[in-house]
Each structure stands twice: as C-alpha cells, then as structure tokens.
C-alpha cells in the first residue's frame, strides 16, 4: 500500500502541487510572522542593550507603577549625581534627562511622524561609556544654545552643522544651533525616532524641571562587579531611590518594549491563523474530492483483499507527505513573507528599523509543525470516508451528494452556530479568548449548513445566468449537484470575506459614531493637537497661554493624560482638564456639584461610573500615580460627554501634582480661526482641525488601519480562491465524460469556458455573500459592546460591501481561467472514450 501510494501521488502530480500550495502559503504566512516579529523584537533589544552597555549601574525614585519603555517616571535631584560619583567603586556618573523634543525643518514641517515614531530629547552625556551616541560629525554641544541631532533626522531635513533649527519642547519654541551630527551606535537614529541632545543645563529646563533629572547612570571601576557597586550605591543615597545594575536596567527596557511589540505581533498572527483555518477547509474539500473520484479505485483494492485500515492509512500518507513538503517549502517562503511584512509596515507609514534576520529553530519547527498536523487533521474524515467504501461501491460510478437535505446537518450546524454566537456575544465583555471561541465555532458551524444553504442559494444566484442559455444553465446545475463540495469551497472564502466584512463595519460604525459625537457632544470651534503616538509626545502649554491672551480666542480647554490606578484599578490613561472651561467646549449633561472646585485633589465621574462605584459627592477615591499615592475627592457628577473625557477627569493641578504629563494631548478651542491659526503657527507640530477636519484626521487614521487589516487578509482570500480553482479543476477531472459528450452534441469551447467560469462565480458569491452576512453580525455585536465607548451607532456600508461582493465575483472568474481552458481544450473522443 505504501508503495501505491506513492506511485499514485508521483502519477497525480498537479493535484499534489495544488493542494501543497494552500499549505505552503499558510506555513509560509505563520513563519513569516513569527520571524518579523522575532526579528523587531531583537533589533530592538540589541538597540537598548547597546544603548546602556557601559552602564553598570542605574539610579532612579521609585515608582508605584510599572513604567514601560518611554514612560515618563518620577524624577529626582541632579544634584545626587556629585554623592553617586563620590562612590567607592564608582568610575563615571552622568545624569539621565529625557523629554519630548522635536527638530523643526527647513520647511517650518516636523521632522518625523510622531503618530507612529517617538520624538525624544535627552542631554548629551560626556562620558564616552555611557553614552550610545557617537558622532558623526560636528561636535558636541559646547554651550546651551547648540544641539545634536540624529542623522537619520538630519538627512531627512537636510541640516548640516553650522545650521540654524527650531525645536519644539514642552516649553516655547526655541531655535539652536546644530553643533553635530549622530549616530545611535551604528544606526542613523534610535529605533527610527528622532531625537535632539541639549547641555545638561538645557535639558533640565526644556525637557524634565531645572534641578532635576530622570535618573544618573554610573560606570564603576573595571574590578567592581555591577551588583557591588549598585550595592555601595544605594548605601551611600539611602532608601528614597533605588539603584538596579545596569543588566537589570537592559533588561526591564526590553521587556516594557516586548510588550509594547507584544499586540502587533498577536494582531499579525492572528492573521495568520486565519489563512491557515482557511487552508484547511481547501486541504478538507481536496481530499473530499480525491477520495470520491477514486471510490472505484478504492472500492477494487478492498475487493482484492485490502483493509479499511490500509486505505485510510493510505489518504493519510498522502496528506503526511503533501503537508511535509508544503510546510517545508513554507518555512522558506517564510522569509520572504517577514520581508513583506516589513515593506507592507513602510508602506502604511511605520517604519521597522534594520536588524538581521532572526530564524529561532522552536519557531520554525513550531510553524512546520502546524502545517503538517492541520493537513493530516483535514485530512482525517476523508480518509475516514475511504475506509468505509465497500467493495460493491465498485460497481457504480459515484455517489449521489444528499447533504443538502440532511435534517441531521440541518440541526447540528445550527446548534453549533447558535453556541459560536453564544461564547461571541459573552465574550464581548472583555474575555477576549472566548470572542475568538466563539467566532471560530461560528464559522464551523455556518460551514456545516452549508450544504443545507447551497442547493437553494445556488438556485437563487443561477437565476439571471440562465437567460444567458447553456452555460448559465449547466453552471447553475453543476453548483446544486454537489453542494457539500460547493459549501466547502466557498466556505474558505466565507471566512476572509467574514473578516473583511466584520472590520469594514466596524470602521463605518466607528466613523458614524465619532461624527455624531462630535456634532452633539463637542461645542468648541476647533481642536488642536499634534497627533504623538503616545502620552510623551504632545503640545507645550505655552499654546495654550498664548490662545488665552489672543484676541478673538474666546475658550480654552487643555487636555493632558497619565498612567494611574484609580481605586485599584488601573487606566490606561487618565484624562485631565481644564475644569474651569471644560463644560464650555463639551456637553456633559447634568452636572451635580461643582467643576470649578477640583483643583489639585478633586475628580469628577460620570454617573454611570459612580453608581457602579458607590460613589457620591464627597466619596474618597485612593488614586496611585508613577511618583506615589493620593487620594481624591469626588467634587462633581456629569451625565454626559463621556466619549470626549471619559468615565473620569481631574484638573491639570492634579496630574502636575501629583507628577503627571507636562505637555498637552489637545486644546480644545472656541474663537476665530485666524486668531487660532496665527498663534498655533509658531508651534510647527501644532495642527488646528474645524470639525470637518478633525474627522478627515480621524478617518484617515481608520482607514489606514483598515487597508492594513485588508493587505494581512489578502492572504487568506488568495487561498481560498486557489481553493476554488482548484476544486474546479478536479471536478473537471470527475466530469470529464461529460464534457466530453456536451462537446459531441455540440457545445462550442467558449461555452465550456463560460460554464466553468459562471459555476466558479456562484461559488465565490455564495461564500461572500455567508461572509458578508457573518461580518455583518460580528460588527453589530461589537459595537453593541462598545456602546459605552462611544462607538454606539451600527453602519451597514452598503456601497462598499457591494464592491467586495463584485470583486469576488470578478476574482472568482479569473480563479477559473485555467480550469476552464483545461475543460475547453479536452479531447472528445478520449473524453467519451473514459471508463
């Protein structure tokens, strides 16, 4: 058996092609994954090790909250460097300062996107060892009114030393001489960031407050371990600061990167085990297709004497060596899709920094490893089917397909897709493992009813074909002839559709959302904000001063943000307002208290926030910040606004009391846009959107969002239309008699062609259309759940789902070119002459 099973797959070498290529591209598309983000990942460690490779030891305050990597932390005295360097064992110490800064170009433009790329400033550090910067040319800031500037940023504005910029910091902003050029290490900039490098004097003004400093590195004597000298260290300054070793340092800042690189690299291999769930529906329907065309042949070896268990062992080493072989080839297309990836970033505006390419063995063999198990799992029930082929089946030519009315099908695939449902919408409240439970379960089980759906929906889809005649009536026919095989092709491209569908409503529901928001909730005239990608990037508050003192700007409202745990649970930011304006340029419905009293330790709630709390006016609310514990007052109640300042605010006092952001996320203005625009000028970062704008800004930013969710999706449509083509070719094969007697009674090869062609476009409408109609359940569902998030109005975009339904059919077409040539081209009499 062995020995004919292996004859059989030398002798059927297309199918084995066909069939190892939705394997190879789903291996390939896991392994590429896997080596992207294993490559960033160590690009960026290697990057931050290098950045404190001389530092062996490191001293900070300590914070309540764990800080990730950028993170503004609590500062502390500079003037404890001169105690630190007076350290037995202490070689070197210099202070750490770190701030947003931002160069100016040439051009009065930001140089750098900071929605996608930090911009950070820090002193230049004389102490060679502790400094990861190395010029490359220039020289180093001789006076508080010169800077570095990375080379990367420097190549992009096109400055050369000597040259005059402006530089954007928290406080106004303030031109400096280019004294040099540098590079981080051998890279043209840290990671792809920008970043200036000031004096120490001028650090600590522009970047952290005069006095202080983030934390002060510490080089020891080359006979002094890193745990003693930490050790002498942090005898010498007391318990108020804490001192780590350098190796812990490194290790900590890789770690808060990992998980900052954590969600994207989930984000891509989700993807990727949607093209390989979609696999296996092509690798199922394949072998489905083989075992029934070789019923016969099958049916003749258990009549001479072979087992079930030897026919089923022989399907399955078919699928062994199809999915060996695909996944092994799939681990080197592996690379090449990593490559992809990184374009497919650049493209989308996020650019990957340089690094090798890292190829970890348990990932490869991970990626080998499913690609085999899910070819042999989809091969199982097949193989299954086989075994129990009787040897009478040899006697006829194929089995009729009765799936489609099966009351057996009928109730298991509703049962499990109600279940799917069920585990989704339970799972929408946070549990984010049981949502892709549930959707799973879903599509398995809309897959089960699916030959219960194609019988009439094929009848439904065929009916305008068949006023084009033969061909529209015998492709219509051949698609209800079998609807289990045309269930099961188009259920691959149910699921990429599904998913297509699911985000497109979801970004239309999120677009409708903000708009009605926007129109009801925001009063002011304009927003102004600078787009940073994070809480360390953002506005000076000097703009906002100036837009008091303007004429013509009649309201002001800055909005700042932090890390907090606000009665144990934490944020993911905390809003701060400008209490005294904040109802001014927002609606917040009833207020019950007073705003103007927060101050320094007041907080406002909205009441659904309070009732699920048990809060009340004068409620204590404990509140931890980075730099130490607090506990405010609740001075107010509102019952509205929420999309805009969320579930709880407090005044700019507090976040700087307490040791929060310095700069401001936006400012929220009522006034003339010429006052706005002229002031706002001079802070180049500074964008003043009208309401139209805004919403431009925040529609672009989905809609780049979403055509990266599409190109990650592509992958599985290719798939599953590789599916279709596929399973038209090998029904081809089982119709060859057939074809072969329509060509005899005259049907032309154009017609041949055009019933191949319309059958692949049934199909490939009947899974959109099932994709289509579960997307549109997904995004209902979620912005249900999200009601409370302000993504509360459900938008079905009709115009755009019609354009995914035109161009599958149109990809169904050209999935079906060659297939129907191979039909067209068949000989007739070798055709009829078949047994």
Same mark, same amino acid.
């Given at each position: 058996?062995?020995?004919?099973?292996i004859?059989?797959l030398?002798?059927r070498?297309?199918? %084995?092609?066909?069939?190892?290529?939705?394997?190879?591209?789903?291996?390939?598309?896991?392994?590429?994954?896997?080596?992207?983000?294993?490559?960033i990942?160590?690009?960026?460690?290697?990057?931050?090790?290098?950045a404190?490779?001389?530092?062996?030891?490191?001293?900070?305050?300590?914070?309540?909250?764990?800080?990730?990597y950028?993170?503004p932390?609590?500062?502390?005295?500079?003037?404890?460097?001169?105690?630190?360097?007076?350290?037995?064992?202490?070689?070197?110490?210099?202070?750490?300062?770190?701030?947003?800064?931002?160069?100016v *170009?040439?051009?009065?433009?930001?140089?750098?996107?900071?929605?996608?790329?930090?911009?950070?400033?820090t002193?230049w550090?004389?102490?060679?060892?502790?400094?990861?910067?190395?010029?490359?040319?220039?020289?180093?800031?001789?006076?508080?009114?010169?800077?570095?500037?990375?080379?990367?940023?420097a190549?992009?504005?096109?400055?050369?030393?000597?040259?005059?910029?402006?530089?954007?910091?928290?406080?106004?902003?303030?031109?400096?001489?280019?004294?040099? @050029?540098?590079?981080?290490?051998?890279?043209?900039?840290?990671?792809?960031?920008?970043?200036v490098?000031?004096t120490?004097?001028?650090?600590?003004? #522009?970047?952290?407050?005069?006095?202080?400093?983030?934390? @002060?590195?510490v080089?020891?004597?080359?006979?002094?371990?890193?745990?003693?000298?930490?050790?002498?260290?942090?005898?010498?300054?007391?318990?108020?600061?804490?001192?780590?070793?350098?190796?812990?340092?490194?290790?900590?800042?890789?770690s808060?990167?990992?998980?900052?690189?954590?969600?994207?690299?989930?984000?891509?291999?989700?993807?990727?085990?949607?093209a390989?769930?979609?696999?296996?529906?092509?690798?199922?329907?394949?072998?489905?297709?083989?075992?029934?065309?070789?019923?016969?042949?099958?049916?003749?070896?258990?009549?001479i004497?072979?087992?079930?268990?030897?026919?089923?062992?022989?399907v399955?080493?078919?699928?062994?060596?199809t999915?060996?072989?695909?996944?092994?080839?799939?681990?080197?297309? *592996?690379?090449?899709?990593?490559?992809?990836?990184?374009?497919?970033?650049?493209?989308?505006?996020?650019?990957?920094?340089?690094?090798?390419?890292?190829?970890?063995?348990?990932?490869?063999?991970?990626s080998?490893?499913?690609?085999?198990?899910?070819?042999?799992?989809?091969?199982?029930?097949?193989?299954r089917?086989?075994?129990?082929?009787?040897?009478?089946?040899?006697?006829?030519?194929?089995?009729?397909?009765?799936?489609?009315?099966?009351?057996?099908?009928?109730?298991?695939?509703?049962?499990i897709?109600?279940?799917?449902?069920?585990?989704?919408?339970a799972g929408?409240?946070?549990?984010?493992?049981?949502?892709g439970?549930?959707?799973?379960?879903?599509?398995?089980g809309?897959?089960?009813?699916?030959?219960?759906?194609?019988?009439?929906?094929?009848?439904?889809?065929?009916?305008?074909?068949?006023?084009?005649?033969?061909?529209?009536?015998?492709a219509?026919?051949?698609?209800?002839r079998?609807p289990?095989?045309?269930?099961?092709?188009?259920?691959?491209?149910?699921?990429?559709?599904?998913?297509?569908?699911?985000?497109?409503?979801?970004?239309?529901?999120?677009?409708?959302?903000?708009?009605?928001?926007?129109?009801?909730?925001?009063?002011?005239?304009?927003?102004?904000?600078?787009?940073g990608?994070?809480?360390?990037?953002?506005?000076?508050?000097?703009?906002?001063?100036?837009?008091?003192?303007?004429?013509?700007v009649?309201?002001?409202?800055?909005a700042?943000?932090?890390?907090?745990?606000?009665?144990?649970?934490?944020?993911d930011?905390?809003?701060?307002?400008?209490?005294?304006?904040?109802?001014?340029?927002?609606?917040? *419905?009833?207020?019950?208290?007073? #705003?103007?009293?927060?101050?320094?330790?007041?907080?406002?709630?909205?009441?659904?926030?309070?009732?699920e709390?048990?809060?009340?006016i *004068?409620?204590?609310?404990?509140?931890?910040?980075?730099?130490?514990?607090?506990?405010?007052?609740?001075?107010?109640?509102?019952?509205g606004?929420?999309?805009?300042?969320?579930?709880m605010?407090?005044?700019?006092?507090? %976040?700087?009391?307490?040791?929060?952001?310095?700069?401001?996320?936006?400012?929220?203005?009522?006034?003339?846009?010429?006052?706005?625009?002229?002031v706002?000028?001079?802070?180049?970062?500074?964008?003043?959107?009208?309401?139209?704008?805004?919403?431009?800004?925040?529609?672009?930013?989905?809609?780049?969002?979403?055509?990266l969710?599409?190109a990650?999706?592509?992958?599985?449509?290719?798939?599953? #239309?590789?599916?279709?083509?596929?399973?038209?070719?090998?029904?081809?094969?089982?119709?060859?008699?057939?074809?072969?007697l329509?060509?005899?009674v005259?049907?032309?090869?154009?017609?041949?062609?055009?019933?191949?062609?319309?059958?692949?476009?049934? @199909?490939?409408?009947?899974?959109?259309? #099932?994709?289509?109609?579960?997307?549109?359940?997904?995004?209902?569902?979620?912005?249900?759940?999200?009601?409370?998030?302000?993504?509360?109005?459900?938008?079905?975009?009709?115009?755009?789902?019609?354009?995914v339904?035109? @161009?599958?059919?149109?990809?169904?077409?050209?999935?079906a070119?060659?297939?129907?040539?191979?039909?067209?081209?068949l000989?007739?009499?070798?055709a009829?002459?078949?047994?």
């Open positions: 058996m062995l020995t004919l099973t004859k059989q030398a002798a070498k297309l199918r %084995l092609l066909t069939t190892a290529f939705a394997v190879l591209l789903s291996v390939a598309f896991m392994a590429g994954t896997v080596v992207f983000t294993d490559t990942s160590a690009t960026f460690d290697t990057a931050l090790a290098e404190d490779e001389g530092v062996d030891a490191y001293v900070r305050t300590p914070s309540e909250i764990d800080r990730g950028g993170e932390g609590p500062r502390l005295d500079a003037s404890l460097a001169q105690t630190v360097a007076s350290v037995e064992g202490v070689d070197d110490a210099a202070l750490r300062i770190n701030g947003y800064a931002q160069v *170009g040439p051009d009065g433009e930001p140089v750098g996107d900071i929605s996608k790329h930090p911009a950070f400033g002193n550090v004389a102490v060679d060892d502790l400094n990861p910067y190395e010029l490359a040319s220039g020289h180093a800031p001789g006076n508080d009114g010169e800077i570095v500037i990375d080379k990367a940023s190549d992009k504005a096109g400055y050369q030393p000597g040259d005059v910029a402006t530089v954007l910091t928290k406080s106004a902003p303030r031109q400096f001489t280019i004294a040099g @050029i540098a590079t981080f290490g051998t890279a043209d900039s840290p990671a792809g960031a920008t970043a490098l000031f120490d004097t001028a650090a600590t003004e #522009l970047l952290a407050t005069p006095g202080q400093a983030d934390g @002060i590195a080089t020891a004597d080359p006979v002094v371990s890193q745990a003693d000298v930490a050790a002498a260290v942090q005898a010498a300054v007391g318990g108020d600061v804490e001192v780590i070793t350098g190796a812990t340092l490194v290790a900590e800042n890789q808060s990167m990992a998980v900052n690189l954590a969600e994207f690299g989930t984000i891509t291999l989700v993807f990727a085990v949607v390989m769930f979609v696999g296996a529906f092509i690798i199922n329907n394949t072998f489905s297709i083989t075992v029934a065309q070789r019923t016969r042949e099958m049916a003749m070896l258990r009549a004497g072979a087992s079930g268990r030897q026919v089923k062992r022989s399955l080493i078919e699928a062994v060596v999915g060996a072989l695909a996944s092994g080839a799939g681990l080197a297309a *592996g690379i090449g899709v990593a490559s992809g990836l990184g374009q497919l970033m650049s493209a989308f505006g996020f650019d990957m920094p340089d690094g090798a390419t890292v190829i970890s063995p348990n990932a490869m063999a991970l080998f490893a499913v690609g085999l198990i899910v070819t042999v799992l989809s091969a199982w029930l097949p193989a089917r086989a075994a129990k082929i009787a040897p009478f089946a040899a006697l006829r030519d194929v089995d009729i397909d009765r799936s489609a009315g099966s009351v057996r099908r009928a109730v298991v695939g509703t049962a897709t109600a279940v799917g449902v069920t585990a989704l919408l929408l409240g946070g549990e984010i493992a049981l949502v439970v549930g959707a799973l379960a879903t599509f398995v809309v897959s089960v009813l699916g030959p219960v759906l194609a019988r009439p929906v094929a009848k439904v889809f065929g009916m305008p074909l068949r006023m084009r005649g033969l061909s529209g009536e015998l219509t026919r051949n698609a209800m079998n289990k095989r045309t269930a099961r092709t188009a259920s691959a491209l149910m699921i990429g559709v599904g998913l297509i569908g699911f985000i497109t409503v979801f970004a239309a529901s999120a677009k409708t959302s903000m708009a009605g928001s926007l129109e009801t909730e925001f009063t002011g005239t304009h927003i102004v904000q600078a787009g990608w994070d809480n360390s990037t953002g506005l000076s508050p000097d703009l906002a001063d100036e837009l008091r003192s303007t004429p013509g009649d309201v002001v409202s800055q700042r943000m932090s890390a907090a745990v606000i009665d144990g649970s934490a944020t930011a905390l809003n701060a307002f400008d209490a005294t304006t904040v109802d001014e340029v927002f609606v917040l *419905g009833s207020v019950e208290g007073d #705003l103007d009293s927060l101050g320094a330790d007041g907080i406002a709630v909205s009441a659904e926030r309070a009732a709390q048990g809060w009340t *004068g409620s204590t609310v404990p509140a931890t910040f980075p730099s130490g514990d607090t506990t405010f007052v609740v001075e107010a109640v509102y019952s606004g929420t999309d805009w300042v969320g579930s605010f407090v005044d700019l006092d507090a %976040l700087v009391a307490n040791g929060g952001d310095e700069l401001d996320y936006r400012v929220y203005v009522s006034g003339d846009e010429k006052a706005i625009t002229s706002a000028a001079a802070h180049a970062s500074a964008d003043v959107l009208d309401k139209d704008a805004f919403l431009d800004v925040v529609n672009s930013d989905v809609d780049t969002m979403l055509g969710f599409y990650l999706l592509m992958l599985a449509v290719v798939i599953a #239309l590789l599916g279709i083509a596929n399973t038209l070719a090998l029904s081809i094969l089982e119709r060859t008699r057939e074809v072969g329509l060509r005899a005259g049907m032309g090869r154009s017609q041949v062609r055009s019933t191949v062609r319309w059958e692949s476009i049934i @199909i490939a409408v009947f899974g959109t259309t #099932l994709g289509l109609a579960i997307g549109t359940f997904f995004g209902w569902a979620i912005v249900r759940v999200m009601a409370d998030q302000g993504i509360d109005t459900l938008t079905v975009p009709v115009g755009n789902l019609a354009v339904t035109v @161009i599958a059919a149109l990809a169904g077409a050209m999935a070119v060659m297939p129907a040539r191979r039909a067209a081209k000989d007739v009499l070798k009829l002459a078949m047994a």
